[in-house]
């Protein structure tokens, strides 16, 4: 039988570069030409926003910030070393990255090369900035794949009735979703050994192409189609997928690390709150529910709420939640982040064995 460790965390792109730029992309959605612009007139901005810029556009703000994100993320690296996993399911969104107009499915597991060398900073918007580690744009991470584990899994699942997408090749790039996670877990560079099955979640559902996967939409007029792009999975469809890969997991013979990996409401998909803040009372409301292992609570957000709170990568934590359910464990929450320049609220978590 299957040993499994649950575990929440985030993504969060703002801490891949040095921190005079992390507040560089809040800034920059103020001023989209489709945000209200009274939001360009600092007197309108909440003063939780004015006091996290401070007087030095955010820098000491960072720096803390940093801070508090790397020892979550060290007390999470611990126990994914203390339990010592055969491989990690992380449930992450690809945005326009590997899935692009020719296929974009819904749910899709990779299993990918024993050896995978990502350089993450030799190209596009990062190779532009310097990264936080001040590494080289030609630095190598290397990830290890787990093939036999994804096809295990991937299995499983078509076995109990979900007709499961399953790749061995990247199409295009390793989403960031993937990558971010493991140059987080090793913020201290002492190497990665723990093999990933990257799981594939459409979080951005009939938004992926128009958002371009991120926030588009604010900066272009959007054509609207007729009939819009087909909508990403429901939280509850996430969370029956959750169930019945924890099944799967714990009839396989594999100690597996089940992780979400994303932030929780978006500034820029919130449009409740205009597109300028994440929604926090949606998130508190959500907090308060797995605080208490509510997850009849989680199961019956419709997708149109989650999506006007900007809760669309959740989709992921959807999945781990519903897995946690089947198991029957409940969470431990080691932190919970409020934010309004750093665009999201992030939740740090695990679900031990009883």
């Known amino acids: 039988m299957g040993e499994i460790l649950g575990i929440g965390t985030t993504h969060y792109p ?28 600092r007197a309108n901005w909440q003063a939780e926003g004015l006091a996290e810029l401070g007087d030095d556009n955010g ?15 060290r007390r999470l690296r611990a126990e994914v070393d203390a339990f010592n996993p ?20 819904t749910f899709c597991v990779f299993g990918l090369d024993d050896e995978l060398e990502v350089r993450p900073w030799s190209h596009g918007q990062w190779s532009k900035v310097p990264n936080a580690w001040h590494e080289a ?12 584990g994804a096809r295990a899994l991937t299995a ?52 992926v192409l128009s958002a371009g996967g991120a926030f588009d939409q604010l900066f272009k007029q959007v054509h609207q189609e007729a009939m819009p792009d087909p909508p990403g999975p429901s939280p509850a469809m996430c969370m029956e997928v959750g169930a019945k890969l924890a099944q799967a997991a714990a009839d396989s013979p594999y100690r597996i690390v089940l992780m ?35 997850y009849a609570f989680w199961r019956t957000r419709t997708q149109a709420q989650a999506e006007a709170a900007g809760l669309h990568e959740m989709l992921n934590w959807w999945v781990l ?8 464990r409940k969470p431990v929450i080691h932190d919970y982040i409020e934010s309004q320049i750093f665009l999201s609220d992030k939740c740090f978590a695990s679900f031990p064995a009883k």
């Not at 703002?14 to 007139?41: K, T």
């Not at 990558?179 to 009939?206: A, E, K, Q």
């Not at 939640?321 to 029957?328: F, I, K, Q, S």
Request: charged share 25%; aromatic share 12%; proline share 6%.
């Open 14 to 41: 703002g801490l891949v570069v040095a921190d005079e730029y992390i507040p560089a992309s809040f800034l920059r959605i103020m001023n989209a030409p489709n945000v209200d612009p009274r939001y360009r007139d």
């Open 59 to 73: 820098l000491a703000t960072s720096r803390r910030y940093r801070a508090r994100m790397w020892e979550n993320f």
């Open 86 to 105: 055969d491989f990690i399911v992380i449930f992450g969104d690809d945005q326009y990255e590997n899935f692009k107009e020719d296929i974009i499915p």
């Open 137 to 148: 744009k030609d630095w190598t991470l290397r990830l290890h794949g787990h093939r036999d």
């Open 156 to 207: 499983g699942l078509i076995r109990r009735g979900v007709p499961m997408p399953y790749a061995y090749k990247l199409h295009g790039d390793l989403a960031h979703a993937f990558v971010n996670t493991v140059l987080y877990l090793d913020c201290d560079r002492r190497g990665f050994p723990h093999p990933i099955v990257p799981f594939h979640v459409n979080c951005y559902g009939s938004a």
């Open 260 to 294: 979400a990996s994303s932030s929780w409401s978006h500034a820029f998909l919130s449009s409740a709150m205009g597109w300028v803040i994440p929604d926090h009372q949606s998130d508190r409301q959500m907090l308060e529910a797995l605080r208490r292992a509510d």
């Open 321 to 328: 939640v519903g897995a946690m359910e089947e198991l029957g």
